[in-house]
Structures are given as structure tokens and as C-alpha cells.
């Protein structure tokens, strides 16, 4: 008989968003006049239509593969060189960075790449994650085999878990400990909150001193407002040596369906062999998106393409503003009912502590009651998030101001 990976096994329960699904499926098939009222701000996808100039490179290039001439069957898997410059000269360059062409990595989404790029690493490594986290970084590991079980709390063992706290900012300590991987996000998902570049020069000195290799995700490093905070790793000397990056078109372009992304892999960011060699990983990866994956469509990345065009980069910017008002509106509601709130200033989420004692998962539920409106439970992103939930600022205007009232009006003291 064939036998499966038994990894699999070891994940707990359902992955947090379809256990959502689930739970508010029970909920309207019991309550289906709630169920017309009900107003999702769980899971943070977006809601307003693709930017225009995003729309019109897609149907241009639609009609070129209408053509003899102007068709497109396999592209480069890597991405087409229009793209790739693209990214490379205008997220980077431009603002003194240094990314040549040829390390970024074009790809139909960030959580999948943080989840591939465990492809090219070892499984011996020492893995180290943020507490809140996001769960594809965890349970990727766990299928890969990188973890044992997971005690009572959902943490598992073989990963070292930092803690994040209010009373750190959200922005761990570093490990007193040596790891070979840490992943870091910022704007952080799901706590909406940023670090300084003070703390990311702490992470990459520590990296640096350690041979450890940093996976950054910065797919939220649109919706930063405050000047002093680092859009990218890079801005951080040294981090060439000791980074990888991952980037996506999902929240400032609005590509959640549409699918299209990329990662960055300089070519000095090596790691040891088994013989103690050192070995650049982007022949690795660049194998890797070889062997694996066949590339994002040619309509796809021209619509990317056109987000860093004069009249692209002005409607994302407006879009992205659309989503921070909302969670402006949504933030102030949550503190008017007396919760303790942090993000929602340079991110589009909002996470909330909810009345002392009070479980995440229970609040989901009370929410979802009295309220009519799906949030994320804090305890499904690791158990530091427990007795929290999160708030997505992802949802057209007359919604957001809906839930904003209804929040307001919410005595969450009733929740327990």
C-alpha cells in the first residue's frame, strides 16, 4: 500500500481560515436572517475592483495573444524581463537599493513562496517563528517534516517561538539561543504592527553573526505611513548577506485573484553544504522555479507591470488610502467600546485584546452572535495570540462603516 506523508497528520485541527468557514456555515444554516446581515472582516482579502491602469495592460495584452505575432505560450518561469526590471528598478533602485534584475523571482503568490522556499533548505535547520504568526509559516514546516507534535497549546516542538507582546511592541527579542531561519514580517499580519530600523539592524547584526538567514515578508510595506520605518530588509546594511524577501501585488494592487508576486534572493546570501562548503542559494532557487513552476501568465505580470506605470502607481496608492481609512473608521470604533487596540496605522489590520480571561475563540463567537461579524480569533496565529482577534480594514466603504457601528455599540463585557 502507498503510504502518505505522515507529516500531514501532525497539523492541528483545520487551517485557521476554512475552521472560520466552517464555523460561520453553522452559524447562518441556523440563522439565516443573520445570515444576510453578516459582514466578513476575518480573512483580508480585498474588495475594490483592479486599478484601471491594471485592466487596461491586461486586455492589451490579451489581444497581442490574440495575434500570431503578439502571442505568448511558455514564458521565462523566472518571470518576463519587463517585470522583473520593473520591480527591481522601481521598488529598489530608486530608492538606493541594490537588486539587480535577475534576483527577483516572479511568482503567483508571497505565501507560497514562503512555503517553497523551505525547498532549498536543509532539515536539520533550527527554525525560529513569530508568537502571533502567521499559520502558512508554521504549517509549512510541519509538512516538511521540520517539526514533532504540537502540545496543548498548538506550539510544536523543533521551532522556537518569540514571542510577541504588547508589552514588546510586537516585535520580538532576540533568540538568546542560535537558529538557522527566522521568519520576520513587517507590517506585521496578523498584529498590524511595524518594527523600527533600529530593531531589523539588531535581526540582521544577529543573523550575520550567526549564519542564520532571515525570510522577510513585506507584503504589507505599502500601507506604511511613517517615514522612519523600513519598507524592506534591505534598507538595512548587510542584509544582502543574510535575506530573503518576499513581496506581493495581492493588497496594493488588488491581485488576491488574480495571482502574482515575487521574492527576492541576492546572489551573496549563501549557506553551508553538507561537505562545510558555502553555497549561494540563488542557483537554488533559481533551479527550484525551474523544475516546479511554469510561471505567471503573460496578461498577469503586464498588469503588474502597468501597477508601477505613473497612472498605476497613483490608483494603488489611492486604493491602498481606500483600506486605511477604512481602518481608521473600524480602529476608532474598537476603542470608542473601551478594548485596548494596536495596528491599524502603517497596516490594514487591527488586533484587538479583548475583556481579561476571555478566550479568542469565544470572542469570534460573541462577535459572530451579537454582532453579525466574522473577525479572526488571536489564537488561531499561535497561542501568544490567544484572548485577541483580528479586525481586516479590507471591505468596501458602507461596510466597514456598518461594522464600525455595530462595534461601537457592542458591550464586551457580556463576551465571557
Known sequence: MARLNSHYLKLKAGYLFPEI?????????????????????????????????????????????????????????????????AIAENDYRTKGLEVADDEVFVSDGSKCDCGNI???????????????????????NVMAGHTSEADEAGRYGGLVYLPCTAENGFV???????????????????????????????????????????????????????????HSIYEIPGARKCAIEFRSFSKNGGFTGTRCAFTIVPKELECSA?????????????????????????????????????????????????YMENARILREAVLSAGLAVYGGVDAPYIWVKGPDGVPSWTLFDFLLR????????GSGFG??????????????????????????????????
Not at 370 to 377: D, Q
Open 21 to 85: 468557514g466552517r464555523r460561520v456555515k453553522v452559524f447562518t444554516d441556523a440563522n439565516p436572517e443573520a445570515a444576510k446581515r453578516l459582514i466578513r472582516c476575518g480573512i483580508g482579502d480585498v474588495t475594490e475592483p483592479l486599478p484601471a491602469a491594471v485592466r487596461e495592460a491586461m486586455h492589451k495584452a490579451i489581444d497581442e495573444m490574440g495575434t500570431r505575432e503578439g502571442f505568448h505560450g511558455y514564458g521565462p518561469e523566472q518571470g518576463y524581463e519587463f517585470l522583473r526590471q
Open 118 to 140: 523551505l525547498d532549498i533548505f536543509g532539515h536539520d535547520n533550527r527554525i525560529a517563528v513569530m508568537d502571533p504568526v502567521y499559520p502558512v509559516y508554521v504549517d509549512t
Open 172 to 230: 520580538p527579542e532576540i533568540p538568546s539561543e542560535k537558529v538557522d531561519l527566522v521568519y520576520l514580517c513587517y507590517p506585521n499580519n496578523p498584529t498590524g504592527a511595524t518594527a523600527t530600523r533600529a530593531q531589523l539592524a539588531a535581526w540582521v547584526d544577529y543573523a550575520l553573526a550567526n549564519d542564520s538567514v532571515i525570510l522577510f515578508d513585506a507584503a504589507y510595506e505599502a500601507y506604511i505611513r511613517d517615514a522612519d520605518v523600513p
Open 274 to 322: 553538507s561537505d562545510g562548503s558555502k553555497k549561494p542559494l540563488h542557483p537554488l532557487w533559481n533551479r527550484r522555479f525551474s523544475t516546479k513552476f511554469n510561471g505567471v501568465s503573460y496578461p498577469v505580470q503586464r498588469g503588474a507591470e502597468a501597477i508601477y506605470s505613473p497612472e498605476g502607481r497613483k490608483q494603488v496608492g489611492d486604493l491602498v488610502n481606500f
Open 370 to 377: 451579537e454582532a453579525n461579524i466574522v473577525t479572526t480569533p
Open 383 to 416: 497561542a501568544a495570540g490567544e484572548g485577541y482577534f483580528r479586525i481586516s480594514a479590507f471591505n468596501s466603504r458602507e461596510r466597514a462603516e456598518e461594522a464600525a457601528r455595530r462595534l461601537a455599540s457592542l458591550d464586551f463585557g457580556k463576551a465571557a
